[in-house]
Nanobody
Framework: QVQLVESGGGLVQAGGSLRLSCTVSGLTFRLVDMGWFRQAPGKEREFVAGISSGGGRTYYADSVKGRFTISRDNAKNTLFLQMNSLKPEDTAVYYC???????????WGQGTQVTVSS
């Protein structure tokens, strides 16, 4: 059974930074593309960033391009999201998932809350 465990969220002031982690088990992590998604209150879940299985290709939603960086450590089955220059509109619960392009493939984990104060 695939398990996705997100961590690293918190409360930060606008302009600050956070680094999210996602530990994955139950699948061959190094062979799958991965992505980050987020869901703000009252809104649908949306794609944030994706990375190829080997880490050589990354892609982002326009709203986070230039501020967020996705990366992975295949030796540790862990996905990361470095978030800089955070804005109040980045406030959401953040989730990781295996992906096909920008489409999630698995059931969701519990997510991690990111709150950016103005």
């Amino acid at each position: 059974q695939v398990q996705l465990v997100e961590s690293g969220g918190g409360l930060v002031q606008a302009g600050g930074s956070l680094r999210l982690s996602c530990t994955v088990s139950g699948l061959t992590f190094r062979l799958v593309d991965m992505g980050w998604f987020r869901q703000a209150p009252g809104k649908e879940r949306e794609f944030v960033a994706g990375i190829s299985s080997g880490g050589g290709r990354t892609y982002y939603a326009d709203s986070v391009k230039g501020r967020f960086t996705i990366s992975r450590d295949n030796a540790k089955n862990t996905l990361f999201l470095q978030m800089n220059s955070l804005k109040p509109e980045d406030t959401a619960v953040y989730y990781c998932n295996s992906v096909s392009g920008r489409r999630p493939l698995r059931n969701w984990g519990q997510g991690t809350q990111v709150t950016v104060s103005s």
